[in-house]
């Protein structure tokens, strides 16, 4: 795994992890537009992973293709 999905995965768990203290926060103070703000944060960050996961097997797919043996 490279370091750049190592980031871009770190930086997402500290979004994660904001977005649901904020989700909880707004759900306390019954609080409906934070609460609109923490969903559409936790479905961002869900919306990235699912990017960096698409690269991640995109990746995979290059390096395993190194060398294609053709039938003739």
């Given at each position: 795994?490279?370091?750049?999905?190592?980031?871009?995965?770190?930086?997402?768990?500290l979004g994660a992890a904001g977005a649901m203290r904020?989700?909880?926060?707004?759900?306390?103070?019954?609080?409906?537009?934070?609460?609109?703000?923490?969903?559409?944060?936790?479905?961002?960050?869900?919306?990235?992973?699912?990017?960096?996961?698409?690269?991640?097997r995109e990746e995979q797919g290059k390096n395993s293709?190194?060398?294609?043996?053709?039938?003739?």
């Open positions: 795994m490279n370091v750049k999905y190592l980031a871009k995965f770190g930086g997402s768990a904020s989700l909880t926060k707004a759900r306390r103070e019954n609080d409906k537009l934070r609460m609109i703000d923490a969903v559409l944060s936790v479905l961002s960050v869900a919306v990235t992973i699912a990017i960096v996961v698409r690269e991640l293709r190194a060398i294609d043996l053709e039938d003739h």
